[in-house]
């Protein structure tokens, strides 16, 4: 499923995430956060810059940013693997 982020809060992004069953393409992503956080078997491809907590406690998830990310990628995942194209923020991997 493809989304534009454009003019999506963190909130409706992450419901229509939600809402894919995990797979999905993500495009002009600026800022939102929480990207992911807590959802199992997810496929995000990830174009832009997601915010604080990309990934956070996810469970068997392939995560790609084509981009920079910000602080806190992958906090607290359980299992699986985030791809950044570019440079990632503070505690990433944590």
Known sequence: ??????RLSDLELNEAVRRSGGE???E???????????MDGCRISIGG?????????VDD???EVFGNA???TG?????GAIYVDGQA???TGY
Do not use: E, H, K
């Open 75 to 79: 906090d607290t995942m359980n299992d």
């Open 24 to 26: 999905c393409r993500i």
């Open 28 to 38: 002009g992503c600026l800022g939102q956060r929480f990207i992911g956080a807590g």
């Open 49 to 57: 810059i997601p915010g604080n907590a990309l990934g956070a406690y």
């Open 89 to 91: 923020g503070d505690a």
């Open 61 to 63: 998830c392939r995560v």
């Open 70 to 72: 910000q602080d806190a």
């Open 1 to 6: 499923m493809f989304m534009d982020a454009s």
